[in-house]
């Protein structure tokens, strides 16, 4: 068979991935072609493509799902090749099978491949007769409630709900009792259809402290199966995964060697071709690993693999994909160091990683060895509802684990995405926590360790936090005065606080804490250096009506100022009474979205935290839940109708 010659590839994705794709086909010599919907139309990906087309309005299903609209532009363009990035269409096989009839390569595996790995009850069968373990749990789909019940009693709570047609934690739910099932059993389905076009799922034993350990394969058309080694993806919220690294500390050379040759055992079953991933469930007591799933892509982690073996996977998929063998056998693998990924995503950790959406007002990356980040974001972007939340990532590299930490929360203290929260102030703070430091946590760590990851700033921090702000205060309203007295709001503290003002330097006093600070900045920027004796501080900050908003290690916080004129203010201050809660709440919705399900009726009566609507925004399902108890007065909105930020979904009537 006569091998294909690529010289152009149309991407048929987006933001990150769509340049990582871009610049492995440019180190090949490759042209490339990028797609856009009517959101992405200014986007980094259309502007470093050799050429760019529109392909429909803002939602994925009119425009980055449509496949026929992408054969049809790659074919108008004279591309011989499409490459499906991740997500999206990369493991649909019945796109891939429609490139390859339209006389195109596409770049992964082949679609008898995709139907049979992908489908994850399908690749579940395989396993088993291979004698790889599988979790316990169902071989076939699932829909009926009934049927569903009789499995969930037959395995034993808690389970744990799957999509059977994709990954990325979409369509998944852990159900803890009998009376969750029904409820969760239609979320799941209704999250897979939304996401994969697929409602089928299937239900498996929940193991609730197991490690989430994957290996990267690669395969050729000339016979060629190796392993990458493997990497650890415990980390994890909504089981989406935040932190990846490799390799994966704490796993033997034995039990490394056993999981690899696993994957590679699959994958030759399989007759696999391209990149992808085989993930297990490591029980780390027991020390027995079980198969989960294939992903037939290149995986989101993938950097965190490419930084320490120096092999670039995407080159190796589009030399696959022209009929090219691998450059390299599994004896030349060598891997050295240890490698961290860190997704950053448009979330508030502080808030149950509920999506953020807004303007990218200011933007500084970090640089330096052992220093990657991959992302498409700069100054003026739109964080659109659309789109998944994932907005870079930031890899790194080190000598050994130790080393990798540390120079990853350098990098976080250096990087600054200004108008959005994210999840940095997450990962500055998980990479500093004792059980991940040790190796010795699991897909339930979030969980298990929230209190240490989510407690308030200390004292010292919050000091640190007020004086800054107060020395921006000053650095915009100049003052002839020599010392100024402030009452300063962080969170939920109120605190007074003396500024003393000298030449050059500043100093504050205030809840026990004195600071001899310099507040330095390039003019016009809301990036700031702030030096506390010997230490240099790194923030950012911008006012936001009354308040200033002050950025640090990935965190944002609300810190008010207000001048202390007289001993008599601070008296008011202080017996200022507590204003009561209003009687009638106003429930709005805390971004633009879809409305899947209006859960309550109005006259119904509500709890604390129960669900009032579930709301489908950037991909996913979140539900809005009561803050109060009391009568749902009103309901202003319908299922299947798009709201606004801000769009008062429902008003309750508070009850004591």
């Known amino acids: 068979m006569k091998e294909p010659v690529l010289t152009k590839v149309l991407i048929a994705n987006r933001g990150e991935i769509a340049r990582r794709v871009m610049r492995a086909c440019r180190a090949l010599g490759l042209q490339t072609v990028a797609v856009y919907s009517e959101a992405d139309r200014y986007a980094l990906h259309v502007e470093e493509a050799d050429e760019a087309y529109p392909i429909g309005p803002p939602p994925p299903l009119e425009s980055y799902l449509r496949g026929d609209k992408i054969i049809e532009i790659a074919l108008k363009s004279g591309c011989q090749a499409i490459h499906p990035g991740y ?116 239900i498996e034993k929940f193991v609730p402290h197991a490690k989430h350990i994957e290996v990267q394969i690669l395969a050729d058309d000339h016979g060629n199966v190796v392993h990458l080694y493997e990497r650890e993806c ?26 690899c040759e696993a994957a590679v055992q699959l994958a030759r079953a399989a007759r696999y071709r391209s990149a992808g991933t085989v993930e297990f469930l490591y029980d780390f007591d027991a020390k027995r690993f ?54 950053i995503c448009a979330e508030d950790p502080w808030n149950n990683f509920y999506p953020s959406l807004g303007q990218i007002v200011e933007l500084q990356l970090p640089q330096g060895e052992g220093i990657r980040i991959d992302h498409a974001l700069r100054r003026g972007e739109q964080v659109t509802p659309y789109y998944d939340p994932l907005i870079a990532k930031l890899i790194v590299w080190g000598e050994d684990r130790s080393c990798a930490i540390a120079r990853a929360l350098h990098a976080l203290g250096d990087l600054f995405i200004l108008g959005v929260r994210t999840t940095c102030g997450f990962h500055y703070r998980a990479l500093q926590n004792e059980v991940f430091r040790s190796g010795a946590y699991f897909t339930d760590f979030i969980e298990r360790e929230s209190r240490r990851l989510f407690e308030p700033l200390k004292e010292p921090e919050v000091s ?54 310099r507040l330095s900045g390039r003019p016009g920027s809301k990036l700031y250096r702030f030096r506390l004796g010997d230490e240099e501080l790194k923030l950012a900050l911008r006012r936001e009506g009354d308040r200033w908003m002050v950025l640090w290690r990935g965190e944002e916080i609300a810190v008010k100022i207000e001048r202390a004129v007289a001993k008599r203010y601070r008296a008011l201050l202080r017996s200022t009474a507590v204003s009561r809660e209003p009687t ?41 839940r009561s803050p109060v108890k009391g009568i749902v007065e009103k309901l202003c909105v319908n299922a299947r109708e ?14 004591p």
Do not use: W
């Open 234 to 259: 415990s980390v994890q919220r909504r089981h989406q995964k935040l932190i990846e690294e490799s390799p994966a500390p704490l796993l033997s050379e034995a039990e490394r060697a056993r999981l």
């Open 87 to 202: 997500g999206f269409l990369s493991e649909n096989p019945d796109f891939a099978q429609a490139v390859e009839e339209a006389g195109l390569v596409f770049v992964g595996p082949k679609a008898e491949a995709i139907r049979l790995l992908g489908d994850k009850l399908a690749a579940r069968r395989l396993a088993q007769s291979l004698g790889i373990p599988t979790v316990p749990g169902t071989l076939e789909k699932i829909s009926d409630p009934g049927e569903a019940r009789r499995v969930a009693q037959q395995i034993g709570y808690p389970v744990l709900i799957k999509a059977a047609a994709g990954g990325g934690g979409k369509g998944m739910r852990v159900v803890q009792s009998a009376e969750e099932l029904p409820g969760s059993l239609e979320r799941a389905m209704s999250e897979a259809q939304s996401a994969f076009g697929d409602p089928s799922v299937f």
């Open 642 to 655: 798009q709201v606004e930020k801000g769009q008062v979904l429902c008003t309750i009537r508070r009850e």
């Open 290 to 343: 079980y198969f989960l799933e294939v992903n037939t892509r290149v995986q989101v982690e993938h950097p965190v693999t490419e930084m320490r073996t120096g092999i670039d996977i995407v080159q190796e998929q589009l030399r696959i994909a022209a009929g090219e063998k691998l450059s390299f056998s599994q004896d030349e693998i060598r891997p050295r160091g240890h490698a961290i990924e860190l997704r």
């Open 464 to 517: 640190a936090l007020a004086a800054a702000a107060l020395l921006r205060e000053v650095h915009e309203v100049p003052s002839d005065r020599q010392e100024l007295r402030f009452v300063v709001t962080v969170g939920e503290r109120t605190n007074e606080y003396l500024l003393t003002l000298g030449n050059p330097l500043v100093t504050v006093r205030g809840m026990g804490q004195e600071f001899a600070a």
């Open 584 to 624: 009638v709440h106003e429930i709005a919705s805390h971004m633009p979205g879809l409305i899947l399900k209006v859960a309550v009726t109005a006259g119904q009566r509500v709890e604390p935290g129960e669900t009032l609507f579930v709301l489908e925004a950037m991909k996913m399902e979140n539900e809005i």
